[in-house]
């Protein structure tokens, strides 16, 4: 197949999905869990079901500052609220009173100091990966450019990905919490391992990649030699990931999510944007030098 | 050959030695089958060996996370932002003595408390397994710490009790270990205020000769007899303690001297039964996703797959025995990971055989092709895994770097899969290679 001759259709794909990430970042903005605002969870299970909707009105009534009830797949509710103790207190007592049996079953609750401070260092770590990762490829290849476009693939990768779980928040109150970011970390160190991947047979089809005639040539042998690999691995996280967002628990659910959409990402970018740029690149900065 | 060989039987070797770490004390055989009841029990014993006077034992309880267990994950914190790096030391140290000895009076089992300064704060990380009713907890662990001095009510009758002498904490300037001159038998000194000098000095002329007891939250302390009036504001405890025992106390006692009211920040709290449904379908989630990614493989690769498949499982033995002995302590992010990593460590395999179709492509006799194949995929599975370990490492953080993550869950995460991803690339090269130059034909 003829990847780097069509590679405008992945350029246009990919600039359409970023467009759209960007916009619903902007309109809906994530939805950030306690762990970065503060605030508690509480998860109880009832001895007889009742409507979330109905569930949320009912506590709302009290003095504390509800901000979501939901039912979980497992028929347990979570309800996120401001404060902490006190108001666990009030909630509890309001259902047990109103729907009889009542069962806590998990609890979290975060002060609003400590998440700010969180935030500030998620980005840090993910500012860090971003260099860390740049320099190793930059030292491997001897090339500034490979490590240059496998880090614009990554943040491809991770925009996409926060994009994505804009529209999760807006549609189905997903929340951003700290997993994400663990999640998110992940995404960067996945996508470069299939780009490093990618950009090796790249260097192995000749060992002075800027001075070879026809790079295109050299460029798409590379991605045919690798694209099975690279969708092969794919399908292998894919199927433990995919176990673990159906099967694991409300925890790990989104945190599952996000890896798997990372991990899909991380191997579209790999053979249809990182290396498809690197050629462009080559030949502008060739046409310029004539 | 010989090599080969011997590496064959280094990986049964492992890989017995994992599995068998890995059982349980137990087996319970309870089903029927066709009409037939199956009961039966399996005892396997894990003796302790001694080498060479070193305890070697044989079972390693898997450790779960309080996400798993049940229990209460508590994190309070201090201002400390006017204090000396001195002083700051001291509250941490007298901190964490006075919470562990709350904690303990609580009665729980295996909990835990940890602290971490900084600058501008400390913070203090207090574990309850089984733990569910926090207010109660939080309550005692978060009152400040409330020192003072009793002298006895009636010298006679111990029982009587004590009253309270006047003299507190605040009239103490520190506590420190000293060791006595003479018998060079550890001691605890107490220094005063300028006030509390002539406090104390009034109170030990009054009680000389008794018991001045010292009590911390309402908890005795220590029971030090004066056998003199003390007037120059400096007291020595002696007793028969060793040196832990005397850093001990002395800490205690600058806890009361550096009172420091803590607040709750963080509170995580797990019902028991929530955490076993968790790992329940944690189990079922990673066989599942296991049996998907063997069919893959077998279906795509053929008879090759059964290679891939067997080093996945080596691999699988030899982690969660690394998990038990280390150990790691397994939390629900942390299984995450290390499913993702079983998804990441079929990786290897699927570069070396995809390299080894184009080497037979090229027509190569499938012997060199194999051993082709195993050399060139090294290089790039150790570039791309290069990269997650710089991830693992910035999640992990393990030099505890202030300005990034410290949550137990993110590191949970990233030690099973940084680990992951160390032995898959022993389970993915070396097993995989082995296994294939011993069971495949070599022409």
């Known amino acids: ?118 935030l500030r260092k998620a980005i840090a770590a993910l500012i860090l990966t971003v260099f860390g990762i740049l320099a190793y490829v930059t030292w491997r290849f001897g090339n500034l450019e490979f490590g240059v476009f496998a880090v614009l693939a990554m943040i491809h990768d991770n925009l996409i990905l926060l994009g994505s779980f804009a529209l999760l928040g807006h549609f189905f109150g997903v929340s951003v919490d700290a997993l994400f970011i663990t999640a998110a970390l992940t995404t960067l160190s996945a996508s470069v391992h ?25 460029a798409n042998k590379a991605l045919n030699d690798t694209v099975v690999r690279n969708v092969n691995n794919s399908w292998t996280i894919i199927f433990m990931l995919t176990a673990v967002l159906l ?27 990182a290396v498809p740029l690197l050629v462009t690149w080559e030949n502008i900065r060739r046409r310029r030098e004539k | 050959m010989k090599k080969t060989k011997k590496l064959l039987f280094l990986i049964i070797a492992i890989t017995f030695l994992s599995l068998y770490i890995n059982l349980p ?35 390693y309880p898997l450790r779960r996370g309080l996400d798993l267990a049940g229990g209460s994950h508590l994190v309070f914190q201090a201002e400390t932002k006017d204090f000396s790096v001195e002083e700051r030391e001291k509250a941490a140290e007298s901190l964490k003595e006075n919470i562990s000895r709350r904690v303990d009076m609580y009665g729980v089992s295996e909990s835990i408390v940890q602290v971490s300064e900084n600058k501008e704060n400390l913070r203090l990380i207090v574990e309850l397994p089984g733990i569910e009713e926090t207010q109660e907890a939080i309550d005692l662990i978060g009152q400040t710490a409330l020192l003072d001095f009793r002298r006895q009510i009636d010298e006679a009758t111990p029982s009587a009790g004590f ?31 300028s006030q509390g000098k002539d406090k104390f000095a009034q109170i030990t002329e009054e009680v000389s000769g008794q018991i001045l007891a010292i009590f911390l939250d309402n908890i005795p302390l220590s029971f030090p007899r004066v056998q003199e009036p003390i007037r120059n ?17 002395s800490a205690q006692l600058n806890a009361g001297v550096l009172p420091v009211s803590i607040k709750l920040v963080e509170q995580r709290t797990v019902e028991a ?73 079929v990786d290897a395999n699927i570069l070396i055989f995809e390299r080894l179709k184009e080497e037979l492509a090229a027509g190569q006799a499938y012997a060199v092709a194999r051993e082709l194949a195993f050399g060139r995929a ?59 130059r011993i069971f495949t034909k070599n022409k």
């Open chain 2, 273 to 345: 039964t929530l955490g076993n449904r968790a790992v329940k379908t944690s189990v079922r989630a990673g066989l599942i996703g296991l049996a998907a990614v063997a069919i893959f493989m077998i279906g795509y690769y053929g008879y090759w797959g059964f290679f891939a498949i067997a080093s996945l499982l080596i691999y699988g033995l030899i982690t969660f025995s690394l998990y038990r002995f280390i150990p790691v302590t397994l939390t629900l992010p942390g299984i995450a990971g290390f499913i993702l990593s079983v998804g990441m460590a």
């Open chain 2, 25 to 59: 004390n137990q087996i319970k055989l309870d089903f029927s089958l066709f009409g037939k009841v199956v009961n039966y029990q399996f005892n396997i014993s894990h003796p302790t060996f001694s080498l060479a006077g070193l305890e070697i034992p044989t079972y």
């Open chain 1, 1 to 118: 197949m003829n990847f780097i001759k069509y590679r405008w259709i992945s350029f246009i794909v990919s600039g359409f999905f970023l467009i759209a990430a960007i916009v619903s970042l902007i309109l809906f903005g994530l939805k950030p869990a306690i762990d970065f605002t503060g605030g508690s969870l509480l998860e109880v299970t009832l001895s007889k079901a009742v409507d979330s909707e109905k569930l949320y009105q009912t506590l709302s009534k009290e003095s504390v500052a509800l901000s979501q009830v939901q039912q979980t797949s497992q028929g347990s509710y979570i309800v996120r609220f401001m404060g902490g103790e006190e108001n666990k207190k009030l909630i509890l007592d309001k259902i047990a009173k109103d729907y009889d049996e009542v069962k806590m079953v998990r609890f979290e609750s975060v002060g609003p100091t400590f998440g700010r401070e969180l």
């Open chain 2, 163 to 193: 009253e309270p002498s006047g003299l507190t904490g605040a009239d103490l300037k520190g506590a420190g270990v000293d060791f006595d001159p003479n018998t060079g038998q550890p001691e605890v000194t107490l220094q005063f205020t």
């Open chain 2, 378 to 436: 090294w290089d790039s599975i150790r570039d791309a895994n290069v990269c997650t370990i710089i991830a693992v490492f910035i999640l992990f953080n393990p030099f505890d770097w202030q300005f990034l993550p410290t949550a137990g869950m993110v590191r949970g995460f990233a030690l099973t899969l940084g680990l992951g991803v160390l032995i898959s690339l022993f389970t993915g090269i070396v097993v995989t290679r082995t296994l294939m």
């Open chain 1, 247 to 273: 099967m694991g628990g409300e925890t790990v659910k989104w945190f599952a999510a996000a890896l798997l959409i990372g991990s899909i990402l991380g191997t579209y970018s790999s053979t249809f944007l």
């Open chain 1, 194 to 218: 299939d780009t490093v991947i990618t950009f090796d047979y790249v260097r192995k089809q000749s060992h002075h990649f800027s001075h070879q005639k026809n790079i295109e040539a050299v």
């Open chain 2, 233 to 249: 504001g400096q007291a020595v405890i002696k007793g028969d303690f060793d040196l832990d025992q005397a850093k001990k106390l």
